[in-house]
């Protein structure tokens, strides 16, 4: 990035010197007052260079945000548990088994889901997004779908790049996506938000993880791009 960065500024300041020394050649009386000429001769390299820093230090800040967050969901075993068992393991699959009736399950799904949870403390166990409320696992997945929301919320205010929480977060965002059990809660959430009124007795209040919907919602059409370059390219 750095080596990237010193090029381009050679680059530039050349270019800006060949355009004053074709405004010089074609208008030599207006141009050639030599503090005038020298002033200007220096202050190119020295404008390049600046707005070239400034750049530079959005880029690392910018990467500094992104490895912060991945730092904190890496080291916080409640995120990554709440990851592991309430998204990757609750595939659409045993999630749609576990809704069904259980009267209507075959004797081998049902020894499935048991034994798919077999240790599993009771806040991480399968769940119904729409029977969440005051259940173990709302708690859980609201802190990780809360922690992916103050992620778009970064975003939003373009602190982050999606292709660095695409390189970051990619796989984790992949399944928020694909999984129906969390399409269900947000879809949960929105609905009944509006209901609750002693949330809207003073004010309306936001509808929760509407930064986190911006973020999927992005990060959806960052991928399709990504698949038409590739589709381009083949």
């Excluded at 404008?47 to 880029?59: D, K, P, R």
């Excluded at 991480?124 to 103050?150: C, K, M, S, V, Y």
């Amino acid at each position: 990035m750095i080596t990237r960065s010193i090029v381009w500024q050679a680059i530039a300041i050349t270019i800006l010197w060949i355009v004053l020394g074709v405004y010089a050649q074609l208008n030599p009386q207006s141009f050639w007052d030599p503090k005038v000429s020298v002033a200007l001769l220096l202050a190119v390299p020295a404008a390049v260079i600046g707005v070239a820093q400034l750049l530079v230090s959005s880029h690392i800040q910018r990467a500094a945000y992104i490895k912060d967050y991945a730092l904190r969901f890496r080291t916080d075993k409640e995120l990554s548990e709440s990851f592991h068992y309430l998204v990757y393991l609750f595939g659409n699959d045993r999630y749609a088994l576990y809704l069904e009736d259980s009267a209507r399950r075959r004797q081998e799904e049902s020894a499935e889901l048991v034994s798919a949870q077999v240790g599993i403390a009771a806040d991480l166990r399968f769940f119904n997004p729409r029977a969440a409320i005051h259940a173990p696992q709302e708690r859980r997945l609201d802190n990780l779908l809360g922690f992916f929301d103050t992620v778009g919320y970064d975003f939003r205010r373009q602190l982050l790049e999606i292709r660095d929480i695409a390189g970051v977060f990619g796989y984790y965002l992949d399944h928020l996506i694909q999984r129906h059990v969390v399409r269900d809660y947000l879809a949960f959430v929105a609905e009944q938000w509006p209901r609750a009124s002693s949330f809207h007795e003073q004010y309306s209040a936001p509808v929760p993880f509407r930064y986190l919907r911006s973020l999927l919602n992005a990060y959806i059409e960052f991928r399709r791009d990504e698949n038409r370059l590739e589709e381009n390219r083949s």
